[in-house]
T-cell receptor
Framework: KQEVTQIPAALSVPEGENLVLNCSFTDSAIYNLQWFRQDPGKGLTSLLLIQSSQREQTSGRLNASLDKSSGRSTLYIAASQPGDSATYLCAVLNSNSGYALNFGKGTSLLVTP | EAGVTQFPSHSVIEKGQTVTLRCDPISGHDNLYWYRRVMGKEIKFLLHFVKESKQDESGMPNNRFLAERTGGTYSTLKVQPAELEDSGVYFC????????????FGSGTRLTVV
């Protein structure tokens, strides 16, 4: 059974800092890994999708890496802004057990002006 | 393209009542999923449709939950009768192999059972 853990659970940083969110998973037989953002009372917005054969993906100030063999992914946010404040969720799609995403509990990020 | 649409956005019902949630996936997405997040827990898978067929319903909590996807378009999730522990946010998502099964989620339905 795939288990996804996100560290830290909460993070507060001043505006302008670079930061790293961590995600680990127990079963390396994955199809892809997706990072989402959730704003309070809103749905999930997909940020980055990394296929199992890829090492990283970049979008603007966001960079996600994947090390499948060690069961880890990181989401790097450069030059953080108050608008980045949200909950960030990591989700893994296994390659051997259907198409159900396995989610971590998320990291709640607060970027202060 | 239009995103995944869920209705209603909020629902407050009494214990024992019935509630039906609706999801309209992105047009052309054969895969439709229901997920749920209860307070303090991670988002959990409920079930997966491929077109109108249930591919995987291993996450459905019990037989008070019934999901349908008539004609392989929109889907409904009915809870009957609702219990207090059913409160949470119900998310719908869709995906297509063209996008390497990257998920697109709806905004969710916040269900409160009192």
């Amino acid at each position: 059974k795939q288990e996804v853990t996100q560290i830290p659970a909460a993070l507060s940083v001043p505006e302008g800092e670079n930061l790293v969110l961590n995600c680990s998973f127990t079963d390396s037989a994955i199809y892809n890994l997706q990072w989402f953002r959730q704003d309070p009372g809103k749905g999930l917005t997909s940020l980055l999708l990394i296929q199992s054969s890829q090492r990283e993906q970049t979008s603007g100030r966001l960079n996600a890496s994947l090390d499948k063999s060690s069961g880890r992914s990181t989401l790097y946010i450069a030059a953080s802004q108050p608008g980045d404040s949200a909950t960030y969720l990591c989700a893994v799609l296994n390659s051997n057990s259907g198409y159900a995403l396995n989610f971590g509990k998320g990291t709640s990020l607060l970027v202060t002006p | 393209e239009a995103g995944v649409t869920q209705f209603p956005s909020h629902s407050v019902i009494e214990k024992g009542q019935t509630v039906t949630l609706r999801c309209d996936p992105i047009s052309g997405h054969d895969n439709l999923y229901w997920y749920r997040r209860v307070m303090g827990k991670e988002i959990k898978f409920l079930l997966h449709f491929v077109k109108e067929s249930k591919q995987d319903e291993s996450g459905m909590p019990n037989n008070r939950f019934l999901a349908e996807r008539t004609g392989g378009t929109y889907s409904t999730l009915k809870v009957q009768p609702a219990e207090l522990e059913d409160s949470g946010v119900y998310f719908c998502a869709s995906s297509h192999r063209r996008s390497n099964y990257g998920y697109t989620f709806g905004s969710g339905t916040r269900l409160t059972v009192v």
